[in-house]
C-alpha cells in the first residue's frame, strides 16, 4: 500500500502526558500537512510542510504541539501535556500539488 | 476556524434516487475539492475542480465550480448503499497558500 500512513491509529492518553504521532507520506509528494478534527465538524489545518521547511502553522497549534519533518519525508506531531480538550482525530494528508491524499488518521482521547 | 457551509447537513435517501449538496463560502477560493468520509477513517479525495465554472464527474459523481468562486455542488446519481457517509467540501485559496478550507459536511443515509 503505497498511500499515506499514520500510526498509531488510536491513542488513550492521561492527561498531562505527552504523545507523539508518525505520517509517513506518499513517497514521491514533498508537502506534507497535519489537520485536526472534532466530532461532527470538518479538518481543520493546523500546520504545512513542503520538503522540510514549516512553512505554516494555524494559530489552532499552540505551544504545547510541535511538528517535525526533519528528513523531508516522515513527520511527528507531538503534544506536550495533553488537556481534554486535546481529543480529536488528528488527519496527516500529503501532496504533489493541490490534490491532498489523507492518512487514516490517528484518534487521541486524552482521560 | 473557518469552515464552509454545506447544506443539507444531512440527508435520508432512498437507494437509487440522485444526491445533491452544495458548499458555499463568503470568500473566494481557486480551487475547489470534494471529499467522502467513512466513520473512523480519513477523507478520501472524489473530485477536483481547478477553474470557475468548470464541471467534472467521476462516475456518478458530478461536481461544479460556481461562477462567482465561492460556491460548488455536489451531485450523486443513481445512489447505492455504498455511498454512504459524510461528504465534505474544500477550498484552496492559491499556490503558494496550499492549506484547505474544509465545510462542515453533509451526512448522507441511503434506505434500501
Known amino acids: 500500500d503505497t498511500g499515506v500512513s499514520q500510526n498509531p491509529r488510536h491513542k488513550i492518553t492521561k492527561r498531562g502526558q505527552n504523545v507523539t504521532f508518525r505520517c509517513d507520506p506518499i513517497s514521491e509528494h514533498n508537502r506534507l500537512y497535519w489537520y485536526r478534527q472534532t466530532l461532527g465538524q470538518g479538518p481543520e489545518f493546523l500546520t504545512y510542510?513542503?520538503?522540510?521547511?514549516?512553512?505554516?502553522k494555524s494559530r489552532l497549534l499552540s505551544d504545547r504541539f510541535s511538528a517535525e519533518r526533519p528528513k523531508g519525508s516522515f513527520s511527528t506531531l507531538e503534544i506536550q501535556r495533553t488537556e481534554q480538550g486535546d481529543s480529536a482525530m488528528y488527519l496527516c494528508?500529503?501532496?504533489?500539488?493541490?490534490?491532498?491524499?489523507f492518512g487514516q488518521g490517528t484518534r487521541l482521547t486524552v482521560v | 476556524g473557518q469552515q464552509l457551509n454545506q447544506s443539507p447537513q444531512s440527508m435520508f435517501i432512498l437507494e437509487g434516487e440522485d444526491v445533491s449538496m452544495n458548499c458555499t463560502s463568503s470568500s473566494i477560493f481557486n480551487t475547489w475539492l470534494w471529499y467522502k468520509q467513512d466513520p473512523g477513517e480519513g477523507p478520501v479525495l472524489l473530485i477536483a475542480?481547478?477553474?470557475?465554472?468548470e464541471l467534472t464527474s467521476n462516475g456518478r459523481l458530478t461536481a461544479q465550480f460556481g461562477i462567482t468562486r465561492k460556491d460548488s455542488f455536489l451531485n450523486i446519481s443513481a445512489s447505492i448503499p455504498s455511498d454512504v457517509g459524510i461528504y465534505f467540501c474544500a477550498g484552496q485559496l492559491n499556490s503558494g497558500n496550499e492549506k484547505l478550507t474544509f465545510g462542515t459536511g453533509t451526512r448522507l443515509t441511503i434506505i434500501p
Open positions: 510542510f513542503q520538503n522540510e521547511a514549516q512553512l505554516e
Open positions: 494528508a500529503s501532496s504533489l500539488s493541490v490534490e491532498a491524499f
Open positions: 475542480l481547478y477553474k470557475a465554472g
